[in-house]
């Protein structure tokens, strides 16, 4: 006998998310409200579940309950658009590549 668990979607949420560029340290750290603490290869972020490693390339996400988490950009790019702030509609993608110019 197989067990299937129940099907379930998303609601529609907006989060913050700021990406690490390997350039904007600072920035990422005043993102991260205290959260998080520079490293060598990136950052740790303290999260719900523990610490957790962001890396070059990672998108920082501010939680429905202000916590901090990174997540990597292909994951990032599939389940999140950009929203709010923005003049014109822009993909993840090219708001990332416009960070990682400036």
């Known amino acids: 006998m197989t067990v299937e668990g129940y099907w379930f979607k ?11 560029t ?14 998080a603490i520079s490293s060598p290869r990136g950052f740790i972020i303290k999260t719900l579940e523990g610490e957790m490693r962001a ?9 429905l309950r202000g916590e901090f988490y ?3 950009v292909d994951v990032f790019e599939k389940k999140y658009e ?10 993840v993608r090219e708001v990332g ?3 990682w110019i400036s």
Not at 55 to 63: C, E, F, N, T, V
Not at 84 to 90: F, K, Q
């Open 97 to 99: 590549d416009a960070l």
């Open 55 to 63: 890396s070059k390339g990672d998108w920082i996400i501010k939680g």
């Open 82 to 91: 950009a929203v709010a702030g923005l003049e014109t509609p822009m993909s």
């Open 22 to 35: 390997g350039h904007n340290t600072e920035e990422v750290l005043e993102f991260c409200e205290g959260h």
């Open 10 to 20: 998303t609601r529609p949420v907006k989060i913050q998310a700021f990406p690490y």
């Open 70 to 72: 990174p997540c990597k």
